[in-house]
């Protein structure tokens, strides 16, 4: 092997740990969040916000039907949080999962009963 080839190969064997640590770079979804859902009656926005302490978060959802807390986790990309809700007809959870792309997140929400809805969010500026 050529030296030039050596000094190639050599560089790219010590390149290749810090290019798998910028790929498994830790996202940070803490703060706020601009919610919204497609429902079978229409858009619903909300605010989440997300307080991350390593893979756990904890999560507060505010809507114009007041506040719910809950609590998730973040591994890697891939987001997951559960809200128990209280209203006239009872207790109902909903759990959301979906996937963290920079300052966007999307994925889909599931009921205990009924068809996953779609939902999206972005992070509001600090």
Same mark, same amino acid.
């Given at each position: 092997?050529?030296?030039?080839?050596?000094?190639? %190969?050599?560089?790219?064997? /010590? /390149?290749? !740990?810090?290019?798998?640590? /910028?790929?498994?770079?830790?996202?940070?979804?803490? #703060?706020?969040?601009? %919610?919204?859902?497609? =429902? !079978?009656? @229409?858009?619903?926005?909300?605010? +989440?916000? %997300?307080?991350?302490? #390593?893979?756990?978060?904890?999560? =507060?959802?505010?809507?114009?039907?007041?506040?719910?807390?809950?609590? #998730?986790? /973040?591994?890697?990309?891939?987001?997951?949080?559960?809200?128990?809700?209280? =209203? !006239?007809?009872?207790? %109902?959870?909903?759990?959301?999962?979906?996937? +963290?792309?920079?300052?966007?997140?999307? @994925?889909?929400?599931?009921?205990?009963?009924?068809?996953?809805?779609?939902?999206?969010?972005?992070?509001?500026?600090?």
């Amino acid at each position: 092997m050529s030296k030039a080839k050596s000094i190639l %190969f050599v560089s790219l064997l /010590l /390149l290749a !740990p810090l290019a798998i640590c /910028l790929a498994q770079a830790k996202v940070d979804v803490s #703060g706020e969040w601009d %919610f919204t859902m497609t =429902t !079978p009656r @229409g858009e619903m926005n909300s605010t +989440v916000k %997300f307080v991350q302490d #390593g893979e756990k978060l904890t999560v =507060t959802m505010t809507s114009q039907r007041g506040e719910s807390t809950g609590t #998730g986790t /973040l591994k890697g990309a891939d987001i997951e949080w559960t809200i128990t809700r209280d =209203t !006239p007809r009872g207790q %109902f959870t909903i759990t959301y999962k979906g996937k +963290v792309e920079g300052n966007t997140m999307k @994925g889909e929400a599931q009921r205990e009963e009924g068809s996953p809805m779609e939902w999206k969010a972005t992070k509001k500026a600090a």
